[in-house]
């Protein structure tokens, strides 16, 4: 009761009081009790116990959507209690103005219990919290019950025995920044070394809920190893051992790894039109200028001492200049753009689906769907379900699968992972099939969703330190990188930039 409320129930019940003790008549309430009626007369004290009024303790058991939690919410009860006073003082009768108050908590440990057991709740059930919670004297939760969450399990990875960081460092000098290439080491292996070591999946553990049902661990993928040139697997496959002296070449991308040794071409001078093009499997190092027209193409990375004039330099790794660049274009990263595309276009689908799974749950629980559900194939409900969705509320998605689905297929024929094009037929099976498929159920939805997390969140959390850029100064030129692109000198200007990682630009 709200205390404008409480202010005007006394002055209510004052007034019922005065009206009847001047009669001398009996007093009755039905929202109370009298415990005692006195009829005074003139001269008398009046002294009486009057007005109890009852609340009565509520309580409820929620159960959390993973069916890990039970919650029992306690709002105790109460007594109130008025006590009215007169003296013989004028005809005034005093009413003390604030109630008392005793708590009344009527909850029992087998109501509590019964409860839970009509509610199928059986594992977890923590017997101290329910005792606590009939004694409680003021509105609080009580985690009655807990489930057991399934201990999450690892995916295989490669464990890397040499080092492989050889990015430029930029030292501090007076006043200004030193970007040096000079007495940097380069890291390499030497043939009969062992480079990685490979690591099965550690599977997880089910977890189980409060109402007894296993709740399986997602499930775990061994990373796919690609062996390039220079080294070979040893051990049944457990080991990967250097078979040529060189430069270690590591990249990631998700549960994909490529690993190989390459060795270096030195250009001497100028890359032009009497030299031609130079395209090379290993590291490429240019002591002049790349001049128009040509293209510089390396697995390895690229070092260039002076500059890059309308020319296209592409490197699966890093591409270093030491002086500028002019019109140009500059890559340094695998299928060049293409993996962060499509982890952009993922990413915001991963949005969109999440939404939707949300929002189903939440039509599942209705009493309705459990009406058709039994009267109609599930799978044939959910397919509609999704149409419905994708047509209504979820209209970007379609435009975002399809432009996904579309991107995937032109780089088909380029050596794209199978992890792009396994997902690709699930989305297609999913949101633009035409007929309900095995795809079409809840449980489905949730794996895809699961799937495309993995994806998006394996690419953004194990950036390759292999993919950066650096150079001096760069005018009208396109650069992208799958990692960091630092600019030392005199900055950019009117050019297109896209990082996967930071962008530092002096200048």
């Known amino acids: 009761m709200e205390d404008g409320e409480e202010k005007a129930w006394v002055e209510e019940v004052n007034a019922m009081v005065f009206a ?36 009565e303790t509520k309580w409820e058991i929620v159960v959390d959507d993973d069916k890990l939690h039970v919650i029992l919410r306690v709002e105790p009860g109460a007594k109130k209690r008025k006590e009215l006073n007169e003296d013989d003082l004028g005809g005034q009768m005093e009413s003390q103005t604030e109630p008392l108050l005793e708590v009344q908590n009527a909850l029992d440990c087998e109501s509590i219990l019964q409860k839970l057991r009509a509610l199928h709740i059986v594992q977890g059930i923590d017997f101290a919290a329910i005792i606590e919670a009939t004694q409680a004297t003021q509105p609080s939760d009580f985690i009655v019950a807990r489930g057991v969450k399934p201990r999450e399990g690892t995916n295989g990875w490669v464990e890397l025995m040499v080092d492989t960081d050889h990015k430029q460092k930029q030292l501090s000098g007076e006043g200004e920044d030193v970007h040096s290439l000079k007495g940097d080491r380069i890291p390499s292996v030497r043939a009969g070394q062992t480079i990685a070591v490979i690591h099965p999946p550690l599977p997880g553990a089910p977890g189980i809920t409060v109402t007894n049902e296993l709740i399986p661990p997602k499930p775990v993928r061994p990373v796919t190893v690609h062996i390039g040139k220079g080294v070979k697997m040893a051990e049944n496959g457990k080991k990967i051992i250097a078979v040529d002296n060189g430069r270690l070449v590591f990249r990631q991308e998700g549960l994909d790894v490529h690993i190989s040794v390459v060795d270096t071409f030195v250009h001497d001078g100028d890359v032009n039109m009497s030299s031609g093009s130079i395209r090379f499997h290993g590291d490429v190092d240019i002591t002049g200028s790349v001049g128009d027209g040509m293209e510089v193409e390396a697995d390895g990375r690229v070092i260039i001492y002076q500059n890059v004039h309308r020319a296209m330099v592409t490197s699966k790794q890093a591409v270093i200049i030491r002086k500028n660049v002019i019109g140009s274009t500059i890559s340094a990263g695998t299928d060049r753009a293409m993996p962060s595309e499509l982890i952009r276009l993922l990413g915001e689908m991963e949005e969109d689906i999440e939404n939707m799974v949300i929002l189903i749950k939440q039509l599942l629980r209705s009493p309705s769907w459990k009406t058709f559900a039994w009267a109609k194939s599930e799978q044939l409900l959910f397919f509609k379900l999704i149409k419905l969705l994708m047509n209504d509320k979820f209209s970007d998605l379609e435009k975002k699968g399809k432009k996904y689905i579309e991107a995937v297929k032109k780089e088909d024929g380029q050596q794209i992972s199978s992890v792009w094009r396994d997902l690709t037929e699930r989305l297609q099976r999913c949101f633009f099939s035409s007929v309900p498929n095995e795809s079409h159920s809840f449980p489905q939805l949730v794996k895809l969703l699961d799937d495309i997390k993995g994806i998006t969140g394996s690419y953004t959390s194990k950036q390759n330190v292999d993919n950066y850029v650096e150079m001096a100064y760069a005018l009208n030129s396109t650069i992208y990188c799958r990692g ?24």
């Open 20 to 55: 009847h003790y001047r009669r001398g008549e009996s007093i009755h309430n039905t929202g109370g009790q009298m415990t005692e009626t006195t009829t005074a007369a003139e001269g008398e004290r009046f002294s009486g116990q009057t007005m109890e009024g009852t609340t």
């Open 484 to 507: 960091d692109i630092v600019v030392f000198g005199r900055g950019c200007q009117n050019c297109t930039i896209h990082s996967d990682g930071f962008l530092d630009i002096k200048g």
